[in-house]
Every structure is written in C-alpha cells, then in structure tokens.
C-alpha cells in the first residue's frame, strides 16, 4: 500500500495543471476570436463597493481606433439570461445589452464600477467592428496586446484590492493558519517526534498521520506564499497555487491510507503479534482490492476534479461531475465506518473500548464528511461566498479531525487497552479464511 501511495502521488505531481491566471490579465484582444464566438471572452471578476476599477493598458492605439475596438462588461445574471433567452439575438442586440461600454482610443484606459448594491461577477468582452460581420473582411488584422487590471476597494475605499469578493479574507485565513501551526509545532513538536522514536503500538499511525500533517501544514504555507504575492501583483504565483493543491491531495491520500489501515486490515496491532510491525494487513484479495480501488478511485476523482476547475482558488470547490462523485465517495465510506462502528459499540461492554470507538468514530466520520456537510450548507450563503466557506470550513474541520486521532493515539492506556483487538472486530474489516479470538 505505501508504494500504491507513493505511485498515486508521483502521478498527481506529473499530471498537474498548469497555474490559471490571476486578476492580471495579459494577453492580445483578436478580432478572429470576436468574430468566432461574437466577444472574445477576457475573463471575469466579482466587483464590490462603490469605486471597483477596470484598468486596461494597450500600446497600438492606431490598430485600436482603426478597428473601433472596445470592451463590454455584462453582469453574470444577465449575460447567462442572454444566453438562455429564446429570443435569438444577433450579435449586435447582444453587445448592446452590455451594462458598461468602454471604447479604447487611449493608451491607458480607466473604468469604474460603481454602485454594485452586493458583489457579483461581471464579465468582460472585447468586440470590434469586425465582429459582427458576415463577411472575412480585414479579420485578421493586427492583434492588440492588452494589460487589464480588476481592483477592488480596500478597506479605506481605494481600488487596490485584487481580491475578488470570494477571495477576500483568503489570505488572512492562511496568515493565520500558518501561525497556528508555527506556534504548534514549537510547543509539540520535540514531544512528538519522541513519542515517534520510542516505536511501541501507535509508532506507524503517528507517522502516517504526522506525514499527512505536514502535507496539510505545506499546503497552507504554499497557499500563503500565493496570496501574499496575488495581493500585490494580481498573479501571485501560479506554481506555488499549485503546489498547495498538491500538497493537500497527497494529505488526503495519507489519511485515507491511514483509515482504511484502521478499518479493512492494517488494525491495531494484536497484542500477539510483532510489535514492529503496529499496523497489520491481512492479505486477502478482497481486502486488498477495495482498499486499492478506493485510493486509486479518490486520487483519479480529485485529480479530475483540478483539471476541470477553472478557478485556481476553490480546490475544495464541487462545481462537476468529479466533486459530486467525491462527496458521494465520501458518504459511502463514511456510511460503512459509522455502520460498522455502530455494531460493535452495542455489543461492548469495556466502557474504555467503547470510548475509544466513540471518539474514533468521530474523527474518522468529520473527516470523511465535512465536504458533503459544508457543501449542502454553503446552498444558504450567497454565491460568492460558497467556495471561500467551503474552503475555510473544510481545512478546519479536517484539522479538528487530526487533532481528536492525535489525542486519541498518543493516550497511552486507552490505545493499549484496545490495541489487542483482533482485526475482526474493527469495521469494514474481511476476514481471511479463519476467524482469530481477540486476546485481552
């Protein structure tokens, strides 16, 4: 199973989309692109405040005016009810519905959006007289390299803010999460890494659970170093964007690898086993092919899931069909563990053992379903706030989630007392041929 996980990691790092662009666009306006989809798309940003700001720079200005060229801007709700309409508009009706028209003549051009009432998306267009013509006349004419910089309102009501209004507050988050775990691992660390170093029955989990701590705690670092850089330029620093994600799927990765092991076969270690050897598979084929498919099934889900979304900040996001069948993959896994659990807590009589499984029970279970819970509770914020509440919530959640394995694993008596349960007795659990009598 380590190298099925290491396998899975090297894929994800191999396999990874490129950065996506941030709130500093550069590019060139193409008259053979408006003429293709009628407005060439440049992107789209959720305004805020009174005094947001669009600023375009562009260097052939001649190319510009001989082309009439211009940008239109469309709030997201009436450009989507454009698109559904029946009505069959041309191309011209379309872009004269734009809610803002800005017409390049200059080198530099400034636009603000003022009097937004809640943040929404606008999208932004670029056409020119080229674009709704029937014809091939002068379509391909000289490109127009473009700089454009989307700004929001600060907190004194400057536009300076790169931060979409779904992005705001992101990268306080980070700050802070990255200061937590500082102050953390200054307090714990020299103790944890001894009680790694003494070995004894909880020796392999803590490192599987340590290592996918560290993942999460280099996620958070990369993230921060990513914002910290979008908040001055617009672009941050796409690399380190996706070395976050990274870094977060390869902790999901480590702490599935680390409840399956609980639950399906690497158990708590028997008392008359090897002691080092803490974290046993029973090596049926049954047992080893779902744990094997439901790794390769989740890193496949969540790569995809990365390959399909657009928007470099909302890797927690479930937006297509790979984040529905994550959060489905969730429940399910979630569903069994609880289901399993459930048994087992009725027909115990330890007080001790029962605790152990209640507390189990409730790591494992927020972690496996604070995606789906947080998923259907973002339905009641506004659209623009869902992917950030879902993010934020989700970290947490997952790090509460490390904390109660952390307490529970590193308490000595109640661990030893439980760690001499045969593996039949944990949930999910396949037997082999042979039933084994759990030694006290």
Not at 328 to 344: D, E, F, K, P, T
Request: hydrophobic residues 45%; proline residues 3%; neutral net charge.
């Amino acid at each position: 199973m380590g190298g099925l996980r290491l396998l899975a990691v090297a894929l994800t790092c191999w396999w990874w989309p490129p950065g996506s662009q941030g709130k500093t666009l550069r590019g060139s306006f193409s008259s053979a692109a408006a003429r293709d989809a009628q407005g060439q798309s440049i992107g789209h940003f959720e305004f805020h405040g009174d005094h947001a700001l669009l600023c375009v720079r562009i260097n052939n200005i001649a190319v510009a005016v001989g082309k009439e060229a211009k940008l239109y801007l469309f709030q997201a709700q009436e450009w989507l009810k454009l698109q559904e309409s029946g009505h069959g508009y041309s191309c011209g009706e379309k872009l004269s519905k734009a809610q803002l028209t800005m017409t390049m003549n200059q080198t530099e051009h400034n636009l603000t959006v003022s009097q937004i009432p809640y943040p929404q998306t606008w999208h932004v267009f670029y056409a020119d007289k080229y674009t709704c013509r029937d014809d091939n006349e002068n379509s391909q004419v000289e490109d127009i390299p473009f700089e454009m910089m989307l700004l929001n309102p600060d907190a004194e009501g400057n536009p300076f803010d790169h931060f979409g209004a779904g992005e705001s507050g992101l990268h306080e988050f980070f700050f802070l999460l990255v200061l937590v775990y500082f102050v953390l691992a200054c307090i714990y660390a020299q103790s944890l890494w001894q009680a790694i170093k003494k070995g004894g029955p909880m020796h392999v989990i803590l490192k599987v659970l340590t290592t996918a701590l560290l993942l999460q705690a280099s996620s958070a670092l990369a993230n921060y170093i990513h914002f910290s850089s979008y908040s001055k330029d617009g672009i941050g620093i796409p690399f380190m964007g996706s070395l976050a994600e990274f870094f977060d799927i390869a902790s999901q990765i480590q702490m599935l690898y680390l409840l399956l092991s609980l639950c399906m076969g690497w158990t708590i270690v028997r008392m008359k086993k090897s002691q080092s050897r803490p974290l046993q598979w029973d090596s049926t084929p049954a047992s080893t092919g779902i744990a094997v498919f439901i790794v390769i099934t989740q890193s496949i889900l969540l790569l995809w899931e990365q390959f399909e979304d657009t928007n470099p900040h909302s890797y927690h996001s479930h937006h297509n069909l790979a984040g529905i069948l994550l959060i489905i993959l969730r429940i399910c896994l979630a569903l069994s563990l609880g289901c399993g659990l459930y048994q087992i807590i009725t027909v115990e009589r330890s007080t001790l053992k029962r605790e152990f499984y209640i507390t189990f029970a409730k790591g494992c279970i927020l972690w496996f379903l604070c995606h789906p819970g947080l998923a259907c509770i973002s339905v009641i914020f506004s659209d623009y706030q869902r992917d950030k509440v879902i993010t934020i919530g989700v970290i947490l959640c997952q790090s509460v989630s490390m904390v109660i394995l952390y307490r529970l694993f590193l308490s000595h008596s109640l661990y030893w007392e439980v760690s001499s349960l045969s593996s039949v007795t944990l949930p999910l659990t396949i037997s082999s041929g042979h039933k084994s009598r759990p030694h006290f």
